[in-house]
T-cell receptor
Framework: QQQVKQSPQSLIVQKGGISIINCAYENTAFDYFPWYQQFPGKGPALLIAIRPDVSEKKEGRFTISFNKSAKQFSLHIMDSQPGDSATYFCAASMSSSNTGKLIFGQGTTLQVKP | DAGVIQSPRHEVTEMGQEVTLRCKPISGHDYLFWYRQTMMRGLELLIYFNNNVPIDDSGMPEDRFSAKMPNASFSTLKIQPSEPRDSAVYFC?????????????FGSGTRLTVV
């Protein structure tokens, strides 16, 4: 019940295309859903996050879509660029627990071809 | 703030040797997490501390692994004896109970290779 399942494991997209990464969770107590971006040789860094009281959040070319009833959320990268090539992790947390502990998905390696 | 600082960045050691990884969390953060990243298993939470006290070490794979946090500004993850299957990137992260998961910050990691 603590798991977050992420797919696909890897993704290749042409420059200018849309990249879509999906995540699913079981624990309905989760109330904070961030996405992390990791470049080679670096630690994961917070990209964008959403809470379940909204169905969508957009920051520039990055959008999170959230479906509370299906317990799924996804990251959409519009107009994908080679500089977006990285590993993306979804995560979930219970903010009420106050620990800041995040449960991570398995990660998706995105390659954007020029 | 300098962020979460890990050392060394790379470590190559022979099987059977002791390895110590180090982490300095962000000042004021009261939670510290150790993760291991591999291609097969992704990001695995090994152990985490709150106010220097270990809270959950259920992710520590074996007794060969141990972690300590002697004070608020320093933590170590030790592997003794090391084995080739321990080869991975080890990340330290810290967060503040005031900000919860929003303040979660990772270090740059230590790439461990055991030959």
């Amino acid at each position: 019940q603590q798991q977050v399942k992420q797919s696909p494991q890897s993704l290749i997209v042409q420059k200018g295309g849309i990249s879509i990464i999906n995540c699913a969770y079981e624990n309905t107590a989760f109330d904070y859903f961030p996405w992390y971006q990791q470049f080679p040789g670096k630690g994961p860094a917070l990209l964008i996050a959403i809470r379940p009281d909204v169905s969508e959040k957009k920051e520039g070319r990055f959008t999170i879509s959230f479906n509370k009833s299906a317990k799924q959320f996804s990251l959409h990268i519009m107009d994908s660029q080679p500089g977006d090539s990285a590993t993306y992790f979804c995560a979930a947390s219970m903010s009420s627990s106050n620990t800041g502990k995040l449960i991570f998905g398995q990660g998706t390696t995105l390659q954007v071809k020029p | 703030d300098a962020g979460v600082i890990q050392s060394p960045r790379h470590e190559v050691t022979e099987m059977g040797q002791e390895v110590t990884l180090r982490c300095k969390p962000i000042s004021g953060h009261d939670y510290l997490f150790w993760y291991r990243q591999t291609m097969m298993r992704g990001l695995e939470l090994l152990i985490y501390f709150n106010n220097n006290v270990p809270i959950d070490d259920s992710g520590m794979p074996e007794d060969r692994f141990s972690a300590k946090m002697p004070n608020a500004s320093f933590s170590t993850l030790k592997i003794q004896p090391s084995e080739p299957r321990d080869s991975a990137v080890y990340f330290c992260a810290s967060s503040s109970s005031n900000r919860g998961p929003r303040g979660y910050t990772f270090g740059s990691g230590t790439r461990l290779t055991v030959v």
